[in-house]
Every structure is written in C-alpha cells, then in structure tokens.
Nanobody
Framework: QVQLVESGGGLVQPGGSLSLSCAAS???????????MGWYRQVPGKQRELVAG???????NYPGYAQGRFIIFRDATNNMVYLHMHSLKPEDTAVYYC??????????WGQGTQVTVSS
C-alpha cells in the first residue's frame, strides 16, 4: 500500500501565497508504477475538483481558475509533490487532497489539508 500525507495548509489572507506538500511512502514498487500525481480540492456540498496535475513525464495541466496562480511540481527522488499557490482568493478555501494514480491499476489519496483564505 501507499500512504500520502499532505502538509502546509492553513490560514492565509486574500492575495497571499501558500505552499502545500505531499509525501508518499509505503510500497516502493507501487509508488514507482504511478504515472499521474495531482492536487484536488473539495468544499462541503460540492464535488472534488482537480486543481493541478503532473505526469511522470512532467507534463502539467491546470483548470482555468488555477492557470497562472498555481504551480505543481514534483521531486521524484523523494516521492514528493508540491503545490505553490499565489494570489489566493476566498473562493480557494477548501480541503486540498493529494492523489497518486495509475489509471485502472492504482489510486491513492491523502487525508487532506485545510486551506482557508480569509482576512
């Protein structure tokens, strides 16, 4: 099995920045088989949505609201994935989750970290 642990959430003022980290541990074979890593977020009553994704080929994708404000990158050596968030808005408030996936084979999620954007 694989465990994902997010960290770095907290309270930030509108316009501020925050960086999230996700550390993967456990079965090294399963970790190395993953080909997609992503950050998602969820607010109560709404579906979980993709915030940023990155492949093992370092291709990235972002939804429109994250373009230019959020950056995802990874440290393959240490099984880490990061999300840098800038120009945060109150509507970015959510629980942020890390995901490691190989479609149809494995799918791992972290427990989430709360991000609150408020003055």
């Amino acid at each position: 099995q694989v465990q994902l642990v997010e960290s770095g959430g907290g309270l930030v003022q509108p316009g501020g920045s925050l960086s999230l980290s996700c550390a993967a541990s456990g079965d090294s074979g399963m970790i190395s088989s993953v080909n997609f890593m992503g950050w998602y977020r969820q607010v109560p009553g709404k579906q979980r949505e993709l915030v940023a994704g990155i492949t093992t080929g370092d291709s990235t994708n972002y939804p429109g609201y994250a373009q230019g404000r959020f950056i995802i990158f990874r440290d393959a050596t240490n099984n880490m994935v990061y999300l840098h968030m800038h120009s945060l808005k109150p509507e970015d408030t959510a629980v942020y989750y890390c995901r490691f996936q190989r479609a149809g084979i494995s799918d791992f999620w972290g427990q989430g970290t709360q991000v609150t954007v408020s003055s």
